[in-house]
Nanobody, 127 residues
């Protein structure tokens, strides 16, 4: 079992910043690629960003590229999402997820690739 707990969400103004954190319970955190997804009202859950097991490779949705940065600290069993220049369209519940991919450099973007999910944290950007 892998437990994931997100934190850091909140209400920010247009153009503001937030830093989300996701703490994992597993002692084998480095065995998982990690991703961030989001779901807005009336929309499907969508890929935001992901990072490989080692942290050497990252991938971003086009909508957040250049504004969001994903990182991980395997010693702390934590993955982060730094969100800058936030827009109202970024408003959503953000979920942390773990992908037990075997490859060191593998990054996948489909929700079905991720076996473990956190409870989500709300991010609201005012206009």
């Amino acid at each position: 079992q892998v437990g994931l707990v997100e934190s850091g969400g909140g209400l920010v103004q247009d153009g503001g910043s937030l830093r989300l954190s996701c703490a994992a319970s597993t002692l084998r955190f480095s065995s998982y690629a990690m991703g961030w997804f989001r779901q807005a009202p009336g929309k499907e859950r969508e890929f935001v960003a992901a990072i490989s097991r080692s942290g050497s490779t990252t991938r971003y949705a086009d909508s957040v590229k250049g504004r969001f940065t994903i990182s991980r600290d395997n010693a702390k069993n934590t993955v982060y999402l730094q969100m800058n220049s936030l827009k109202p369209e970024d408003t959503a519940v953000y979920y942390c997820a773990a992908d037990p991919s075997f490859g060191l450099h593998v990054i996948r973007v489909l929700t079905t690739n991720y076996d473990y999910w956190g409870q989500g944290t709300q991010v609201t950007v005012s206009s």
